[in-house]
């Protein structure tokens, strides 16, 4: 009784350090001013995602710095720089980390903020968030794992466009930072020679502003808030003129558009499916001989987006997902099934402190950024240490979250291909120690997610290619741990992951940044 009161305690003490530890990734509320290596001067020739080329929306040339316009915008400058608050001094070393960064802490912060399965009815059916009315409850979005995967890799993709194209105009223009331009204006931001037209932060106040009012609708006062506070920052710093912000905002909304285009035709609107196609799913399941999966909530809880399989991805043809699906799992009737079963009891039962810390570590259920998300954090800790400009921030982030959206889709186009049981539906003896996800079990998305991640993030970052690799097989196995999935899903998880993560790959050493 004495030994089990202490594990008790160690298992108690263990969850109680995870609460406190396991988001310090997300945490960079301390990083430095950012002061890239090299300005990528040249970073308006790489290849965008969707734009033609980077001069697909023309930017006017700007005015003469020795014009009357121009120097009232210098003098508003001054004017700000002579009576700085606190609060604006604040305001600009929070944005002067660098607007790739702190966007993605932003966007993780609201999915996780709507990472929250509605509750059901009172007549034991569920309800569904509605993008035309996302203030009446559910609230839209419900930010699951393959939601929150396409948000990010949207956002990211639209920011990296942006910017290439923004640089394209930098260059060509070549207007000198104010700080430059009058000796009497302080830089409060590291320097550079890299121009000020159009500003680069107002180019990501543009185009993030725009598509997370699409994904987040409910949040649109927020969001404009910050895309204000990050505009008037860099005024304030003397690092942009007005003409710069207008210029690099216009420009933003304008890439952003396009991505808006994109995203209201890629059939994520029509992943949820409807009861036919459930019944059908659990049908067919049938017809083969296996045990389908069902829900385990009471009520019975509708699958999660079981079409979103179907959505185009980024990094290929749409018909290539099928042929991305791993063969089938051992069946439901097999002798492997029940060995891998087995194991999973046995990691349950048998709990120890380090694979309790691992399960709960790797978790990301309910209330957080979810797996795509919890990589992008590990993403931006690496990425302060290189030194990389904004353009080439956003360019890898984009390389990783187009990858983890690619990876949702074959991961969901193979679990409701397959639509395999959990353990605790085949054996109730075994009981999860973190929460059940709402959808089959073959193959496993934490596994997809963090092998495609660990596979670019390797790439672009060489030098921790082992530890990525190590991060992405401890986040698989945390799921057996967990006693949420079997072998079979890991290993075939981790195998798919990782072909994904290679088109990310490819695309990286063919758009002229390497």
């Known amino acids: 009784m004495k030994k089990n009161l202490s594990f008790l305690l160690l298992v108690i003490f263990l969850m109680l350090q995870l609460s406190c530890s396991k988001d310090a990734p997300n945490t960079t509320d301390n990083a430095p001013l950012l002061a890239p290596n090299k300005t990528d001067i040249d970073a308006g020739i790489w290849k965008p995602v969707l734009l033609t080329g980077p001069t697909e929306f023309p930017v006017a040339a700007p005015a003469a710095i020795t014009t009357p316009g121009y120097i009232a915008e210098l003098n508003e400058i001054k004017g700000y720089q002579r009576d700085l608050t606190a609060s604006q001094e604040a305001s600009i070393r929070y944005w002067g980390a660098g607007g790739v960064l702190r966007w993605n802490e932003l966007m993780r912060q609201l999915v996780s903020k709507y990472n ?115 505009k008037l920052s860099k005024i304030m710093a003397g690092v942009a003129t007005r003409s710069d912000i207008e210029a690099g905002e216009a420009l933003g909304r304008l890439v952003a558009q396009k991505f808006t285009t994109r995203a209201r035709a890629d059939r994520a609107g029509a992943a949820a499916g409807n009861q036919a196609s459930w019944t059908a799913l659990e049908t067919n399941t049938v017809a083969r001989g296996e045990i389908p999966w069902i829900s385990m909530e009471t009520p019975k809880r509708p699958p999660m987006l079981p079409g979103f399989g179907n959505v185009r991805p980024f990094l290929f043809d749409e018909t290539t997902t099928p042929t991305l699906r791993p063969g089938p799992p051992p069946s439901t009737s097999s002798e492997q099934m029940k060995k891998e079963l087995a194991e999973i009891l046995d990691f349950v039962k048998n709990p ?37 400009s904004e353009v080439r921030w956003a360019r890898n982030m984009a390389l990783l979250n187009m990858a983890m959206m690619d990876a949702a889709i074959v991961c969901w186009d193979t679990k409701y291909f397959y639509f395999n049981p959990r353990p605790s539906q085949l054996n109730p003896e075994i009981k999860t120690l973190t929460g059940l996800p709402n959808f ?11 092998a495609a991640a660990a596979t670019i993030l390797s790439h672009i970052v060489p030098s921790r290619a082992k530890e990525y690799d190590a991060m992405a097989k401890e986040a698989s196995i945390s799921r057996m741990y967990g006693g949420i999935h079997y072998r079979s899903d890991c290993e075939k998880g981790l195998e798919t992951g990782n072909k994904v993560g290679a088109y990310a790959v490819s695309r990286a050493k063919t758009d002229g940044a390497d």
Request: charged share 15%; aromatic share 16%; proline share 12%.
């Open 352 to 388: 120890t402190p380090e694979r309790i810390r691992i399960t709960h570590f790797w978790a990301d259920g309910i209330a957080t950024p979810t797996p795509p998300g919890h990589w992008g954090a590990i993403a931006d800790a690496d990425f302060i240490k290189q030194g990389f």
């Open 116 to 230: 929250l399965p509605p509750y059901q009815n009172a007549d034991g059916t569920y309800p569904f968030p509605s993008a035309n009315n996302p203030f009446a409850y559910p609230l839209f979005p419900f930010a699951n794992p393959p939601y929150a995967a396409r948000a990010y890799a949207y956002v990211s993709a639209a920011q990296y466009d942006a910017l290439v194209a923004a640089w394209h105009y930098k260059k060509l223009y070549n207007r000198p930072a104010p700080y430059k331009t009058d000796a009497s204006i302080k830089a409060k931001l590291p320097t550079s020679d890299l121009p000020s037209y159009p500003s680069e932060d107002a180019v990501l106040a543009g185009v993030t502003a725009e598509m997370m009012k699409l994904l987040f609708p409910g949040e649109i006062a927020f969001i404009q808030q910050k895309a204000d506070e990050q």
């Open 440 to 450: 089959p079990a073959y193959i496993s998305g934490h596994s997809t997610f963090s």
